[in-house]
C-alpha cells in the first residue's frame, strides 16, 4: 500500500525546500535550526472530527472544528487566548464531562466509535487517551506510586516494578531518579514533575497522549527536554499538543491546526477552527489570511 | 518479561477492543447509594423531630386549650389540679435571653470588630483560640460556675436592699452571655472579614480613622451578617438548658424578676422528663408540647440567622 | 514665606491604615473605643480563667484516686467517686464515634463530590445540615426519647444515648470533613481522572487520603463537644445512681456531665466540692483530646 511522503526538514525551509517558501508577501516564519527530519506519512486516522461544537450550558465555546488526528504524529494546535484549543483537547478523552453544563454536537470518531456514544465507558477511554497538564500535578505520594497509580487502578497485569521503570524509561527520568524512587513526587523540579506527569501517563499504556501547555509553566531548558522527548514518544504514541508557543508548533509537530476567536454580532467571542493542515504548510504557505497574520505576528 | 494487558494489543502495543462497556460498574452505582443514603440520615434526623414532637404535642391541646396554654399564668402541669398556662416558662426564658443578650451582643461585636480591624496577627493568635477554649466549655461547668460563684458573688457586693436569691435569672443570664460570646464573635468576624479591603482602603486613603472605617464602613457592609450572629446568639441562648436549670430554679408563677428563680422553658423540660414517666400519661405530652414550642420558636430564628447569612455571602463571595 | 503651620496644615499626618511602627496618635476618641473593643476580649479571657481557677482550687480536696476508682455513693460522700461516670464517657464516647464518623464523612463526600447542586434535595439537604447545628441540644434528646428509646425501643440505655449524640454532632463531622475534601485540589482530581481512574477510586485512593488531617481535626472536636452534653442525656435516662461500669450496648449507664449535675444539686458541701473535682477531670479529658487535634492540624495539614 502506497504511503503518499511529504518528506520534509524542520529547520530553515527558506533554503533547502524553496516550494515551501511563500510566494506573497507576508514573509516567512523563521523556524530554527534544529534539522530533524520527520517523515510525515499517511497513516491511519485515530481520531476524526467532523464539525465539533463544545457548549458550556448555552455558550457556545469552540465550533465547525473539523479535522483528523494521525497514529504516530504530532498535531499542534495553535491560536490566541481563549479560541477554544485547549476545550477541544479535552473533548478527545471526555474531561469535558467533568464540567457541569459542558456538551458537545458534532461528532469525534476514535477510529470507528463515535466517542460520545451513549454507552462508551468514560473511564476507559481516559486510559487509552492520556493526558499531561499545563502545570505538572504529580499526587502527593512517592514517585514510585505516582507512576504505578494508573496501573494499579486500571489493574493491569504484570509486574509493577518493571511498568514502572519502563515508564520512568520511557519518559527520560529514569536516571535522574532510580534511586530515589520512594521520596516524594513534590520534591522533583517543575521540569522533572511534568516527565514524571509523562511517566504515569505512558505507564497505562495508552494509545494517545494528550498535552494541554505542557511547557508553559516550565523553564528553557526543561521545555528543550520535554520537546526532544516528544520526538521520542511520537514513536509510539499518537500526540495531539496545544501550545501558545507558535515556534514549538514548528518544531515538533506534523500536523497543525489553527484556532481563532470570532465575534458574533451580539458581541460573544465563540472559538473556530481556520485551518488545519501539515505544519510546514501552515508556518510556509498558510491558505488562511487570518492564519499568515498570526504566524508573521500581525496579530495574536 | 511480559506485560500482557487484558485486551488484544495492536503491533504498537496499545490495546485495542471497543471502548463500550458491556455491563455497568455496580461498584460506583453501589457507592453513590451508600453516599447519597449517608446524606439523608441529617434529612432523617429533621424528620425524627418533627414526627415524635407532632403526636404527643397534638393529643396535649385535645385537652388543653391554646388559650390555657399561651394566656395562662400559672404553670403546674404536675401538681394536682394541673395549671397549663406557659407564660410563666416564656417569660422566665425571656428574661434570661435578654440579660444573655444584653452581654452577648456588644462584647461579642466588639470582640469581633477588634480582631478583625484592630488586632495584628500575634494578638489574633493569642485570642482566637481563647474564644476557642470558651466555646467549648460544657454547658453543665457554666451552670455550676453561675451557681457556686457568680450568685454569691453577686449577693455579697449587691448594694442596696436584698441581692439576689441563692436560684435567680441573673446569674444565669450573665453566665449564658459570656458563653454565648464565641458564637456571635465568630460569625460577626466571618462576616467582616468577607468585606473587600478595597472598601476599606478608599475610606482610608480619604483620611478616615480606624474607628471610623469599622463604625461607618465594615458594619455595614457586613451588617446581615452581624445580624445573623445576633439571631443565633439569641437561638442559643433561648434553647440552652443547664445553665439555667442549674442556677435559675424553678418557679411555677409569671415573674419578671431576675434576682428571683425564673424557669425557663428548657429547664422544665430537663426536670420533667429526666424523671421517669410513663408514656400514656399526660404529663409525657405536656413535655413534649413545650419543647415543641421551644423548637418552632428556634426553627424559625435559625430560618431568619441562615438567610441573612445567605445574603452577606452572595454579596462578597 | 509661610510655614505648614501658618496655613492650618496639621503638622502630623492623620493615623492611616494599620501601622506597626507605633502606638495610636493622640485621638482620645479612637484610643477608648480601642480599649472598649480591648476590654470586651479581655473580659472574656479574663472570665475564663477565673472558672478554671475557681474549678481547680475548689475541686483540689477531691481530686485524688477515690475519684476514678470509686462509685458514686449518696450515704457517704467521703467515699463517693466518678468511676462508672469515667468510664461510661469513654464507652460514650467510643460508640459515639463508630456511629457518627463515617455516616458524617460519607455525607461529606456525597455533598462535596457527588452532590449535583441544582437538584432541590441536594439542596434540601444542605439547608438542612444548617439548620440543625442550631437546633437546641435538648430538643435531640426528645428525639432520642421519642423515637430511639421509645419506637425503636431501645429503651434508655448506653447504645440510645450513643445514637442521639452521633445525630447531634454529626452536622459538625459533616462540615470539617466538607472543608477537609474541598480543600484538595482539583488538578489532583483531574490528574487521577485523566488515567482513567473511576471516581470513586480517585476519591479512596487519593482525595481521602490528602484529607484525613482535616478530617481527624473535625472528628475529635465532634466528639468532645459529644461528651461534654448533659441535657439530651437527662431525658435519655442517664440514671445518675449507677453504680457499675456499662457492660453491655443495652445497659444503664451515666456520663460525667450527668454526674456533675447530679452531686450539683445535692445540698451537701462534699457534693459540690466532688463536683468541681469531676469538671477537672473532664476538663483534662477535653484539654487533651482538644490538643491532640490541634497537634494533628499542625503536623499534618497539607500546604497546597
Known amino acids: 500500500m502506497a504511503h503518499a511522503r511529504h518528506t520534509y526538514t524542520v529547520g530553515d525551509m527558506s533554503e533547502s525546500n524553496p516550494a515551501a517558501a511563500p510566494d506573497h508577501d507576508g514573509g516567512s516564519v523563521q523556524l530554527g535550526h534544529f534539522g530533524r527530519t520527520r517523515e510525515v506519512r499517511e497513516t491511519e486516522a485515530v481520531f476524526t472530527v467532523e464539525d465539533l461544537s463544545v457548549f458550556y450550558g448555552d455558550y457556545e465555546a469552540v465550533r465547525g472544528t473539523t479535522l483528523n488526528v494521525r497514529k504516530n504524529q504530532i498535531t499542534a494546535m495553535i491560536g490566541p487566548s481563549g479560541c477554544g484549543k485547549s476545550t477541544v483537547l479535552r473533548c478527545f478523552n471526555r474531561m469535558n464531562d467533568l464540567i457541569p453544563g459542558a456538551r458537545v454536537a458534532g461528532k469525534i470518531l476514535y477510529h470507528d466509535e463515535d466517542l460520545y456514544g451513549s454507552d462508551i465507558d468514560a473511564v476507559e477511554v481516559r486510559r487509552r487517551i492520556g493526558m499531561v497538564f499545563q502545570k505538572p500535578n504529580p499526587f502527593p505520594k512517592s514517585i514510585y506510586d505516582n507512576v504505578a497509580y494508573g496501573p494499579r487502578v486500571n489493574k493491569m497485569k504484570g509486574n509493577l516494578d518493571e511498568m514502572v521503570e519502563e515508564a520512568l524509561i520511557g519518559a527520560a527520568l529514569w536516571d535522574e531518579v532510580k534511586d530515589k524512587l520512594k521520596t516524594s513526587g513534590l520534591s522533583l523540579s517543575g521540569g522533572q514533575q511534568q516527565r514524571l506527569c509523562i511517566a504515569r501517563t505512558i505507564a497505562v499504556k495508552p494509545e494517545v497522549i494528550l498535552m494541554d501547555e505542557p511547557c508553559s509553566a516550565l523553564d528553557p531548558i526543561a521545555t528543550a527536554k520535554i520537546e526532544d522527548l516528544m520526538h521520542d514518544l511520537a514513536e509510539k504514541y499518537t500526540i495531539i499538543i496545544v501550545t501558545h508557543n507558535m515556534q514549538q508548533a514548528a518544531r515538533v509537530s506534523d500536523r497543525t491546526a489553527f484556532f481563532t476567536a470570532e465575534v458574533d454580532d451580539q458581541g460573544v467571542r465563540h472559538g473556530r477552527l481556520v485551518e488545519f493542515d501539515l505544519t510546514s504548510t501552515i508556518f510556509g504557505k498558510p491558505n488562511d489570511k487570518r492564519t499568515e497574520d498570526y504566524i508573521t505576528g500581525r496579530f495574536g | ?317 | 514665606m509661610s510655614t505648614p503651620a501658618d496655613v492650618g496644615i496639621p503638622s502630623q499626618p492623620r493615623e492611616d491604615r494599620r501601622s506597626w511602627l507605633g502606638p495610636t496618635r493622640r485621638r482620645p476618641l479612637e484610643m477608648l473605643f480601642q480599649g472598649v473593643l480591648l476590654a470586651s476580649l479581655v473580659i472574656g479571657v479574663v472570665f475564663l480563667a477565673t472558672l478554671l481557677i475557681y474549678v481547680l482550687v475548689r475541686g483540689w480536696p477531691r481530686l485524688d484516686a477515690r475519684l476514678w476508682e470509686n462509685f458514686n455513693s449518696i450515704r457517704r460522700p467521703e467515699r463517693a467517686g466518678a468511676q462508672a461516670a469515667i468510664f461510661g464517657t469513654i464507652w460514650v464516647m467510643l460508640l459515639t464515634a463508630l456511629i457518627c464518623l463515617p455516616v458524617g464523612i460519607l455525607a461529606a463526600i456525597h455533598m462535596e463530590e457527588y452532590a449535583d447542586k441544582t437538584k432541590w434535595w441536594n439542596r434540601a439537604i444542605e439547608l438542612n445540615l444548617q439548620n440543625l447545628a442550631a437546633v437546641p441540644s435538648i430538643v435531640y434528646g426528645i428525639l432520642g426519647l421519642g423515637i430511639v428509646a421509645r419506637q425503636f425501643g431501645l429503651g434508655t440505655s448506653i447504645i440510645t444515648a450513643a445514637i442521639t449524640l452521633s445525630l447531634l454532632v454529626l452536622p459538625v463531622v459533616v462540615v470539617a470533613s466538607r472543608e477537609a475534601i474541598r480543600a484538595v485540589p482539583g488538578s489532583i482530581r483531574d490528574g487521577s481522572l485523566a488515567l482513567g481512574a473511576t471516581k470513586w477510586q480517585t476519591i479512596r485512593k487519593q482525595i481521602l487520603p490528602a484529607a484525613i488531617p482535616g478530617i481527624a481535626t473535625g472528628s475529635i472536636l465532634a466528639l468532645s463537644r459529644a461528651i461534654g452534653e448533659a441535657a439530651p442525656l437527662l431525658l435519655l435516662g442517664a440514671v445518675t445512681f449507677v453504680a457499675f461500669n456499662p457492660d453491655s450496648l443495652t445497659s444503664a449507664y451515666t456520663v460525667l456531665p450527668i454526674q456533675i449535675y447530679d452531686w450539683i444539686r445535692q445540698s451537701r458541701e462534699e457534693f459540690q466540692v466532688l463536683a468541681a473535682a469531676a469538671i477537672a477531670v473532664l476538663l483534662a479529658i477535653l484539654l487533651l483530646m482538644n490538643s491532640v487535634a490541634i497537634y494533628i492540624r499542625n503536623r499534618y495539614q497539607k500546604r497546597w
Request: proline residues 6%; glycine residues 8%.
Open chain 2, 1 to 317: 518479561m511480559t506485560v500482557t494487558a487484558e485486551k488484544a494489543s495492536t503491533a504498537s502495543g496499545a490495546p485495542r477492543g471497543s471502548l463500550r462497556r458491556s455491563r455497568p460498574r455496580y461498584g460506583e452505582l453501589v457507592v453513590r447509594g451508600i453516599l447519597l443514603t449517608a446524606a439523608l440520615v441529617s434529612i432523617l434526623t429533621t424528620v425524627g423531630i418533627v414526627y415524635s414532637l407532632i403526636p404527643p404535642t397534638v393529643a396535649f391541646f385535645q385537652q388543653v386549650s391554646f388559650d390555657e396554654f399561651f394566656t395562662g399564668t400559672s404553670w403546674a402541669p404536675l401538681f394536682k389540679p394541673a395549671s397549663y398556662g406557659v407564660l410563666p416558662l416564656l417569660v422566665g426564658t425571656l428574661v434570661i435571653t435578654v440579660i444573655a443578650v444584653l452581654v452577648a451582643i456588644p462584647l461579642g461585636l466588639f470582640a469581633a470588630i477588634y480582631l478583625s480591624e484592630y488586632a495584628r496577627p500575634r494578638v489574633r493568635k493569642t485570642f482566637k483560640p481563647m474564644l476557642e477554649i470558651l466555646a467549648g466549655i460544657p454547658t453543665v461547668v457554666y451552670g455550676f460556675f453561675a451557681l457556686a460563684l457568680v450568685t454569691p458573688l453577686l449577693r455579697g457586693i449587691w448594694p442596696v436592699g436584698d441581692g439576689p436569691a441563692i436560684f435567680n435569672g441573673l446569674a444565669a443570664g450573665l453566665v449564658m452571655g459570656v458563653m454565648i460570646i464565641p458564637t456571635v464573635a465568630s460569625l460577626a468576624e466571618d462576616a467582616m472579614s468577607a468585606v473587600p479591603q478595597s472598601l476599606r482602603d478608599g475610606a482610608y486613603a480619604l483620611g478616615s480613622t480606624r474607628m471610623i472605617v469599622s463604625l461607618r464602613v465594615v458594619v455595614p457592609a457586613a451588617l446581615s451578617g452581624i445580624v445573623a450572629a445576633f439571631v443565633l446568639g439569641v437561638s442559643r441562648a433561648i434553647g440552652e438548658t443547664m445553665i439555667v436549670t442549674i442556677a435559675a430554679g424553678i418557679t411555677p408563677s409569671v415573674n419578671w424578676n431576675p434576682l428571683q428563680a425564673m424557669s425557663t422553658m428548657t429547664a422544665f423540660i430537663a426536670q420533667a422528663g429526666s424523671g421517669d414517666i410513663p408514656v400514656a400519661s399526660f404529663d409525657y405530652k405536656t413535655v413534649f408540647a413545650v419543647a415543641a414550642l421551644l423548637f418552632a420558636i428556634t426553627f424559625v430564628m435559625n430560618a431568619m440567622s441562615i438567610r441573612l447569612v445567605r445574603k452577606y455571602r452572595e454579596v462578597y463571595e
